[in-house]
């Protein structure tokens, strides 16, 4: 079977050369006799490997030296636990909704604290980003969380938004390593791997180093970032396969550019579908323009019978998961990184030819 495109939204496709590059390690990495999903984590072989991986993806994204970079697991959502427990210092924080994620975070850190939302666009279904402003943040907050592109509703920040003197944490899930972001302007950065680095099962945490060593008293050994940080992510088995397979992507972002050729590339791929969005009778973008994401463009037909019979038929045509999430409906075509242009093409050719014979 030839492959397809995969326009899901998590987990994503992959590079294809990072693919068969992992296919030709599988029984034997680097002549080690033994497959990375089989080695010691505690080896030299490994230790090398996670090394690396923290190197290029530190090079990839410009880190600073005093920031960490954790590899972990749990997911994004046990981040939502972790960052409160972790900077909550005085009880309170700022929190920005904006879809349904950041809604997931607001209420978890709720459990921990005073916790305020300063901003929602609730009001419109999240089709839009709602406007940040210092005079916004309270002035005891410990810092102010934001959900960076909101996958479910296809939005993201057009900018970094302005919390002041504020520590601006972000869930960059969805669209991590999709175009440069200075790292110096967030004092935290988390993101599941799963949708544009790597398999399902690692999470990665990026910390300004001053912000570790301060959880709360009762804060769980596995959520407290400074045993995480003095053990260099090994303070229990990490996911070993999915942080290997996150350092060929490193490495295969590096070789094609970095992050200056993946914001290029796309927005060469979003901008071919949103001007077909725009001009079709059919078919609608349900963000709005200036909160448009790069990495989740959603859209309808408004005849929910006819969404599900054209996700049904670009399955057939080797377009699949391009059904939107179940608290939506419509469609949604998730284009990270290893998307290439011409995947974004044959969508856009099948959906010409579907309104042509549908509108």
């Known amino acids: 079977m030839s492959r397809i495109y995969n326009f899901s939204a998590g987990p994503s496709m992959l590079p294809l050369e990072v693919l068969q590059q992992a296919a030709a390690e599988m029984t034997d990495y680097n002549g080690s006799g033994m497959s990375v999903m089989e080695m010691s984590h505690r080896s030299p072989v490994y230790d090398a490997i996670i090394k690396q991986t923290e190197a290029d993806f530190r090079t990839l994204m410009n880190i600073p030296d005093n920031y960490k970079v954790l590899f972990l697991q749990g997911g ?22 904006s879809g349904q994620f950041s809604n997931k975070a607001f209420k978890e850190a709720k459990k921990y604290g005073d916790v305020k939302c300063i901003a929602s666009s609730e009001d419109k ?19 102010v969380h934001v959900c960076y592109n909101n996958t479910i509703y296809g939005t993201k920040f057009p900018e970094v938004p302005n919390v002041g003197d504020k520590v601006l944490v972000a869930d960059m899930s969805s669209c991590i390593t999709s175009e440069p972001v200075d790292v110096t302007k967030f004092g935290l950065i988390y993101a599941g791997a799963q949708k544009n680095m790597a398999p399902a ?13 301060n959880a709360r008293e009762d804060t769980p050994t596995m959520l407290d970032y400074k045993p995480l940080a003095e053990n260099d992510s090994m303070y229990n088995t990490p996911p070993c396969y999915s942080i290997y397979i996150a350092g060929l992507v490193y490495k295969w972002a590096l070789k094609n550019g970095g992050l ?14 949103y001007d077909y969005l725009d001009s079709s009778k059919l078919f609608k973008p349900t963000a709005e323009k200036s909160s448009r994401s790069m990495m989740n463009v959603c859209f309808v037909t408004g005849d929910a019978d006819l969404d599900k019979k054209f996700c049904k038929e670009a399955e057939a045509a080797g377009l699949s998961n391009l059904k939107g999430h179940r608290s939506v409906g419509g469609m949604r075509a998730s284009i ?18 579907f309104e042509a014979e549908n509108a």
């Open 260 to 273: 200056t050729a993946m914001k290029e590339r796309n927005e060469k791929k979003a901008k071919l579908l």
């Open 336 to 353: 990270y990184n290893a998307m290439p242009y011409e995947g974004v093409e044959k969508l856009v050719e099948f959906m010409k030819k």
């Open 76 to 97: 994004a959502s046990t981040q939502f636990a972790a960052v409160p427990l972790n900077l909550m210092k005085t009880g309170k924080a700022d929190y920005v909704v």
């Open 125 to 143: 279904t999240f089709s839009y980003i709602p406007k940040v402003t210092p005079d916004m943040v309270r002035p005891d907050a410990d810092y």
């Open 201 to 213: 099962g690692l999470t990665v945490v990026i910390v300004r180093e001053d912000l570790i060593g």
